[in-house]
């Protein structure tokens, strides 16, 4: 890495230019991309693909978000950068970022929705902080807290319906003096003036739109940005790529299944839109810039139609509060001691590990969970037993030594809200003057179980 003045660590960073850009597309997956690519719909990526290197990426265990891309950023695992789930901020960092060694060494940054970056880097060119997961809106430059209040009305539009027209002419004011474009104001306003009916097709057909809509204007946005605050490294993340998967995976363009079963034409515009993006900010940079570009892990679809309610899972342990606990599969729940104000934790993981084994299916007398003891949190997976059982389901769930108990169906809640779930491969590609044109690597590990691997070898040219 190169220092601002040069000398022995490499030539000069040049004024008011970019150098190197990392694009997350968060749930990023090969199947829609090749297909998409090999049909002409995705040009941009086409292109970094034929003038860089491509893989697969191999994920981390733990297929959360949040501490896969911190992950990404600082070469680090959770226990190390501090960053477990959707919950946590930047005050929870423990580790460099990529780009807060770029800023040390005297480069400008610019950050846009990455996860884990609220609050934002007020003296950094610009950081702008996934909208869903920040409390208040604050983003640098100020202008564009008016993000935040989108999200929330498309959420209120999508739930109920109903858009206040004051906040609506506020948020449109708003974005197009940050730089939205007519044609992109006009397509959230079709939407945010449309309530979706109650059938599901119009409901996930909408659900997309606004999905796609909400990359257009982040494209729009972030152009804007890097022509009035060009940083030296930019990291970008398109997280709609994952909502859309989980919520439309398989469906086609109304909303409806597809009679092939597969990802479905609302995946396809997303990552349509998606590769619009890419292609705008590839334009703004030098044609020697490096460029990543990475998914935290793939999709498919769904199979699961039953899902553990993990409220109520807290509720029978009397957890609430105590312990921190995501589902990012159907059967499976993560759960960590949480950590008060104090930095101390009232619930160690042995006793969490403990009492998750008292979780027993009675009269059929099996366990509920089969338990992955991790250092640093629990893995509970729903045994095969439980699991899409209707002898089962007719079953209690029994705390033993508690006398405490839950129907089983109250606890696997039949219905799954997603059609689409994560599978640990991703995808890598990579453009720059390091890296040979044309070539495919043979894998990308990423995580603790890879360690003992060799480095990734070369394969042959071409796109894997």
Known sequence: MSTPNGGA?????????????????????????????????????????????????????????????????????????????????????????????????????????????????????????????SPDGRTNPPSLGFLNQLHSMGRRQYSSGGVMLRTGVSVAWNALLSGARLGTLVEIASLLLHRPSRRDGDRLAWYARARCAQTRLNADLLTRLLRRRPPTILAMLISETDMVQHKTWGAGASGDGCPDGEWGDLVEQQYIRADASIGRVLGALPSDATVVVVSDHGF???????????????????????VEAARPGMGTVYLRPAVDDSGGASVTLDSLREWLERLWITPADTPLFTIDAKPDEIVAHCAAEAWGSAEALGQTVEF?????????????????????????????????????????????????????NAPPRFGPAGRR
């Not at 086409?46 to 990426?57: M, T």
Request: glycine share 12%; hydrophobic share 40%; proline share 8%.
């Open 9 to 133: 660590h490499g030539p000069p960073w040049p004024a008011q230019q970019p150098r190197a850009v990392i694009i997350g597309i968060d749930g990023g997956d090969w199947g829609p991309i090749r297909s998409l690519i090999d049909r002409g719909k995705m040009p941009a990526l086409a292109r970094l693909i034929d003038e860089g290197v491509s893989a697969d990426l191999r994920s981390l265990d733990t297929l959360l978000s949040p501490r896969i891309w911190t992950s990404i950023a600082t070469g680090k695992l959770p226990i190390k950068h501090g960053i477990w789930g959707f919950h946590c901020t930047r005050g929870d960092l423990r580790a460099k970022r990529v780009w807060d060694i770029v800023r040390e060494a005297g480069g400008s940054v610019g950050v846009f929705q990455w996860m884990a970056t609220w609050p934002p880097e007020m003296d950094d060119a610009f950081c702008v902080p996934c909208a869903p997961l």
């Open 300 to 322: 498919q679809a769904e199979s699961s139609v039953r899902w553990v309610h993990v409220g109520r899972l807290l509720d029978l342990l009397q957890l609430k509060g105590r």
């Open 400 to 452: 033993r030594g508690a006398d405490r108990s839950l129907p089983l169906e109250e606890l696997l809640v039949e219905g799954s809200p997603w059609r689409g779930t994560h599978r640990d491969t991703g995808i890598m590609v990579l453009r720059g003057p390091a890296f040979r044109r044309g070539e495919a690597l043979a894998d990308a590990p990423l995580g603790p179980r890879h360690r003992a």
